[in-house]
């Protein structure tokens, strides 16, 4: 991971926040959750932000290298993982998918986007930090 502060996090995270409102108000609600991240491929292109999409995540156990099929939506720029959904209610399961890509990316802050509802400022994202995030500098 690169050196980072958490207030180069909470700008990025308001980057891809503003990214991601642009994509809302553009298509709306109710879309399938691929349409919304092709169209997050273009708009983090459009604003220079860094990114891997569909980024694989490594299990490493007792030093083994393990093969998974766990997919993060979104690696920004090493440090802030982003994943997608377009449902009607977010579950818990998203939530535990989420700290679980942060932890084995080693990944201090993660965003959860939500498409499928009418405002995504208030009601479409959540941000989560971890261990690695409390004990980075201001």
Same mark, same amino acid.
């Given at each position: =991971?690169?050196? @980072?502060?958490?207030?180069?996090?909470? $700008? &990025? @995270?308001?980057? !891809? $926040?503003?990214?991601?409102?642009? !994509?809302?108000?553009?298509?709306?609600?109710?879309?399938?959750?691929?349409?919304?991240?092709?169209?997050?491929?273009?708009?983090?292109? &459009?604003?220079?932000?860094?990114?891997?999409?569909?980024?694989?995540?490594?299990?490493?156990?007792?030093?083994?290298?393990?093969?998974?099929?766990?997919?993060?939506?979104?690696?920004?720029?090493? @440090?802030?993982?982003?994943?997608?959904?377009?449902?009607?209610? !977010?579950?818990?399961?998203?939530?535990?998918?989420?700290?679980?890509? =942060?932890?084995?990316?080693?990944?201090?802050?993660?965003? &959860?986007?939500?498409? $499928? !509802? $009418?405002?995504?400022?208030?009601?479409?994202?959540?941000?989560?930090?971890?261990?690695?995030?409390?004990? &980075?500098?201001?």
């Amino acid at each position: =991971m690169k050196k @980072v502060s958490k207030k180069e996090l909470k $700008n &990025l @995270v308001y980057k !891809v $926040n503003g990214a991601a409102i642009e !994509v809302h108000k553009s298509l709306g609600p109710g879309l399938l959750e691929s349409v919304y991240h092709q169209c997050l491929l273009k708009e983090f292109e &459009l604003r220079n932000i860094k990114y891997i999409s569909e980024n694989q995540v490594p299990i490493v156990y007792k030093g083994h290298f393990l093969e998974t099929k766990l997919r993060c939506d979104f690696l920004i720029e090493d @440090v802030l993982v982003v994943e997608l959904k377009s449902v009607s209610e !977010v579950n818990s399961i998203f939530e535990a998918q989420i700290l679980t890509y =942060m932890n084995l990316l080693k990944v201090p802050i993660g965003l &959860l986007i939500n498409f $499928n !509802v $009418n405002n995504i400022f208030y009601d479409g994202q959540q941000t989560f930090v971890n261990e690695i995030y409390r004990l &980075l500098p201001e």
